[in-house]
């Protein structure tokens, strides 16, 4: 089946740069995703991107994707300690079905 | 609501109990999902319903595990004889034909 991974655990300072990654086995998703979740709350769809495309931007955040690769990653600008969660990225295989990464726990110091 | 909903936020029971957990989607979604995660882990797929048939049932892990959505709209997961391996939190999500699915918060279950 499909297999998503991601790292475990990124911590960075307040006002820098993260870039959280992501690899897959199935070359055949058609949109690829990044979910954020708070403690204690639902999944949050923060953005997606189209398998044909390389880049996306949406204010502070950018997804690249590599499909020779088959590598995702999600980069926030000047992260704040607000964006303190856990991100998931996810990839759709057979319809609207995702396969979601084990997530990575983004940590933001002051 | 504006979101999709789910009923009990927390349920406790014991082993060998029987448990429903309900998912309310959003109004108009035909498709809800239905996913489970356990600690420290992404959400796993469980079953996915188009309207009132399950479309694909293929993430349950056994046959204690069944769940319904009998008008379309609001499902109802079930667990028979409950595991102590079946703690974790239950999610529930909704799509229209855009695709983007919405979730809701979560049943948190523990099993004693």
Same mark, same amino acid.
């Given at each position: 089946?499909?297999? #998503?991974?991601? =790292?475990?655990?990124?911590? #960075? ?49 950018? *997804? ?43 940590? *933001?110091?002051? | ?7 009990? =936020? ?11 957990? $309900? ?40 046959? $204690?595990?069944?769940? #319904?959505?009998?008008?379309? =709209? ?36 523990? *099993?004693?």
């Amino acid at each position: 089946g499909e297999d #998503v991974e991601q =790292s475990l655990f990124l911590s #960075v300072r307040e006002g820098d740069s993260s870039v959280i990654n992501c690899t897959y086995t199935d070359s055949s998703s058609t949109y690829l995703y990044w979910y954020k979740q708070e403690p204690g709350a639902g999944l949050q769809l923060l953005t997606y991107i189209f398998s044909n495309m390389d880049m996306k931007q949406d204010q502070r955040l950018t *997804v690249l994707l590599n499909k020779k690769d088959k590598h995702l990653s999600l980069r926030i600008a000047d992260t704040q300690t607000g964006d303190s969660a856990i991100y998931f990225c996810a990839i759709n295989n057979a319809g609207n079905m995702l396969t979601f990464g084990g997530g990575t726990r983004l940590m *933001v110091k002051p | 609501g504006a979101g999709v909903s789910q009923t009990p =936020s927390n349920k406790v029971t014991e082993k060998g109990k029987y448990v429903e957990l $309900r998912c309310d989607p959003i109004s108009g979604h035909t498709a809800l999902y239905w996913y489970r995660q356990s600690l420290g882990q992404g959400p796993e797929f469980l079953i996915y319903f188009q309207g009132t048939g399950a479309a694909d049932d293929s993430g349950l892990p056994n046959d $204690r595990f069944f769940a #319904v959505r009998p008008e379309g =709209s609001v499902s109802t997961l079930k667990i028979q004889r409950t595991e102590r391996g079946d703690s974790a939190v239950y999610l529930c999500a909704s799509s229209s034909n855009t695709g983007e699915l919405f979730f809701g918060e979560g049943s948190r279950l523990t *099993v004693l």
